[in-house]
């Protein structure tokens, strides 16, 4: 890659960084606002609506929930649309035709529509049965669901979106086997993800639990990258097995659950009647819950994105001394950079924020310090 070219994709990586901060950030700001705008006066009237209706509990919380994520929904599709389509065909990033990304928008609402409705169908069985200790139960049902969605989502979610089907090119599969002996994943668990068919990004991935537990290749990777960088990008996500992140990660994820259900008992039992609300249990305070939980998950991200900075770091390491191939690991970072077009080297600030992955630049750097410790 010559030093002009390299320049322009750095800079349009950095645009395409900042487009897609700005973004994330609007959606957190116009989530608020729908939510603070439902707690003054949208709720109550959408409660009373519905109970015209019927006075079924069940039938009151699905039709409040359906309503609430269908508006919701409508007022994000100017966003979702730039974001998720616009920006990546601007940035050439996308192959996904436009009747495509109708399509999985759909399906993604459908999905989120159905577990939504479960999920706090369960969480109001509770909020009646239970007003002191119901905070406790849900932060249970949290576990069982964060439990069986990463267990079933490799066989039922994912395959909504994209196909997997088992490697099979030979060379590949002989290369990725050695490296996985004794780590309890075998060949068999390795798939082919078809990501080509939206995006031109790569990307790889370590998901299930059990026998489900699997790493996923896109075949962006798969058919564009060396053997001995497929090597480096199994490794990583071998990495992440080894040292158990999923697990870890569902540890986190339930502490923070509970820590957020139990803020969302203090204020609902102390101010829901200065809130303009009936009862803990009415379908009415939803917002409530949702506006403690959004605000938490946004005060927490900088510590959650730091955990998960640590665990790629974790998994980098694990990746080069398990491969003892610290240049294909390079190499590796270089081409992800270049085809996903990710910022090199972002604000220091907007990294410790927004940044799940250390920058690429750390990632290099840390590769090339082992390279000087070989003897
Ligand atoms: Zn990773």
Not at 19 to 27: D, E, F, T, V
Not at 46 to 64: E, G, K, R, S, V
Not at 175 to 196: A, D, H, P, R, W
């Amino acid at each position: 890659m010559s030093d002009i070219s390299r320049k322009q994709t750095a800079e349009s990586s950095k645009k395409y960084s900042l487009q897609k901060h700005i973004l994330a950030i609007n959606g957190v700001i116009v989530a608020l606002i729908y939510l603070v705008s439902m707690c003054l006066f949208g709720s109550n009237i959408l409660n009373h609506l519905i109970l015209q209706i019927t006075a079924n509990q069940y039938l009151l919380i699905a039709l409040y929930i359906s309503v609430f994520v269908i508006i919701i929904d409508i007022i994000n599709i100017p966003l979702s649309f730039y974001g998720g389509f616009v920006l990546e065909h601007i940035f050439k990033l996308s192959n996904q035709k436009f009747f495509g990304w109708i399509k999985d928008e759909i399906k993604k609402f459908l999905l989120s529509l159905v577990l939504l409705v479960g999920l706090v169908e369960i969480m109001y069985i509770f909020l009646r049965n239970f007003p002191n200790s119901w905070w406790i139960f849900v932060t249970i049902l949290w576990i069982f669901f964060s439990i069986i969605m990463s267990k079933l989502a490799p066989v039922l979610i994912f395959p909504l979106f994209y196909k997997s089907v088992p490697i099979e090119n030979e060379d590949i599969k002989k290369g990725l086997e050695s490296l996985s002996e004794g780590t309890g994943i075998n060949i068999q668990g390795v798939y082919k993800i078809n990501l080509s068919k939206n995006t031109k990004k790569a990307n790889a991935a370590l998901a299930g639990m059990g026998s489900t537990r699997r790493v996923l290749l896109a075949d962006t990777l798969l058919d564009s990258y060396s053997l001995a960088e497929i090597k480096s990008v199994f490794a990583h996500e071998l990495g992440h097995h080894v040292h158990r992140h999923i697990w870890k990660m569902l540890v986190i994820g339930t502490i923070t659950g509970g820590l957020g259900f139990a803020i969302c008992h203090y204020v609902l039992s102390k101010m829901i009647e200065i809130l303009g609300f009936q009862s803990i249990h009415d379908i009415a305070a939803f917002p409530v819950i949702c506006i403690i939980l959004v605000v938490l998950g946004f005060i927490l991200m900088p510590i959650q994105n730091a955990i998960s900075r640590r665990f790629e770091r974790e998994s980098d390491r694990y990746a080069i001394e398990k491969t003892n191939d610290p240049e294909a690991f390079i190499s590796t970072m270089d081409k992800l950079a270049e085809q996903n077009l990710a910022d090199r080297t972002p604000n220091r600030l907007v990294e410790l924020l927004l940044y799940s992955h250390p920058p690429i630049s750390k990632r290099i750097e840390m590769a090339k310090k082992n390279i000087q410790s070989l003897p």
